[in-house]
């Protein structure tokens, strides 16, 4: 082609071929990158939190906790509750109906007992006199404990449907992410609870 073709060539009008994903091209599913942007957003909440909580100790009306002894209870809960979480995304991928349903109910039930723990430590610590408006210590226990089990009950709601799923069409093909998608959550406020409750024990 000459100079001068090539200056008043139309790419747009030329016939070529359509760039499409390739075999081997990673697709991501909507929910999966929906999921991790709603992760990143409550990371940084988090975030925030904790190095608020870092600062506000070094001020004089700063008093020590005495945290609750059933938080250690609660912990191996949900650390059984993310096992179980684990167990199901295998099934699901086996397509083991049962060891998926007992995967998922048990799940559930491991995060009713920790939700309930936390709400008992939060009557033990009112009894004891540890009021939120007391110190600002007592109020981030209240506050990292409360905004973390509001997002496990928020979590329940997707875990239920998966399980409600199982029951009524264990083929729905969507099954298997669903599974996942609520597996990583529970891995991810897994490791949230840990660094909330380490930052609690040593304040």
């Known amino acids: 082609m000459s100079l001068l073709g090539k200056v008043t060539e139309k790419p747009w009008e030329r016939a070529g071929r359509v760039d499409t994903p390739g075999d081997d091209a990673v697709i991501r599913p909507p929910g999966k990158t929906g999921l991790y942007l709603f992760l ?38 949900l650390v059984l509750a993310s096992v179980a979480m684990h167990v199901a995304v295998g099934a699901a991928r086996g397509d083991a109906s049962l060891r998926l349903r007992v995967g998922l109910a048990a799940a559930t039930l491991l995060t009713l007992f920790f939700i309930a723990g936390q709400f008992a430590a939060w009557r033990e610590m009112l009894a004891g006199g540890y009021y939120a408006s007391g110190s600002p210590a007592y ?9 973390h089990a509001l997002h496990l009950v ?25 599974v996942s998608l609520c597996a990583t959550y529970w891995h991810y406020l897994l490791g949230v609870w840990l660094l909330l409750f380490y930052l609690l024990l040593t304040s």
């Open 139 to 147: 109020a981030f226990f209240y506050l990292f404990t409360g905004i």
């Open 40 to 77: 990143a957003v409550i990371s940084s909440m988090f975030l925030l939190f904790s190095v608020t909580h870092q600062m506000r100790m070094f001020y004089p009306d700063w008093k020590v906790v005495a945290e609750p002894g059933i938080l250690w209870v609660n912990t191996v809960m």
């Open 154 to 178: 928020g979590g329940l709601w997707f875990l239920g449907r998966a399980l409600v799923t199982t029951l009524r069409t264990p083929d729905d093909e969507r099954l298997p992410l669903r």
